[in-house]
């Protein structure tokens, strides 16, 4: 089993910035890759970025130049630095950890608002 927890959502104004975190703990040698999701209200829960054991990364064409997708292999920590964010980019964020299964954080709320 892998426990995720996301932290880091907020309101920030449109152009700012945020960046969530994620803590893996478990049995964090199965997994082969972690993520972002996101899902706004009304709308499909979307693929945002992920990274693998190996550090390949890839992101969904909306956020590429925006968003940074990295990770701290000491504190078994995913991070999504997001930069000059804009209100579509207001959704609940999803982390997710993948091993024999895929291993989902409780969300956290982004709103991007003046």
């Known amino acids: 089993q892998v426990q995720v927890v996301e932290s880091g959502g907020g309101l920030v104004q449109p152009g700012g910035s945020l960046r969530l975190s994620c803590a893996a703990s478990?049995?964090?040698?199965?997994?082969?890759?972690m993520g972002w999701y996101r899902q706004a209200p009304g709308k499909q829960r979307e693929l945002v970025a992920t990274?693998?054991?190996?550090?390949?990364?890839n992101y969904a064409d909306s956020v590429k130049g925006r968003f940074t997708i990295s990770r701290d292999n000491a504190k078994n920590t995913v991070y999504l630095q997001m930069n000059s964010l804009k209100s579509e980019d207001t959704a609940v964020y999803y982390c997710?950890?993948?091993?024999?299964?895929?291993?989902w954080g409780q969300g956290t709320q982004v709103t991007v608002s003046s």
């Open positions: 997710f950890a993948l091993g024999r299964a895929k291993y």
């Open positions: 478990g049995s964090i040698f199965s997994i082969n890759a």
């Open positions: 990274i693998t054991s190996g550090d390949s990364t």
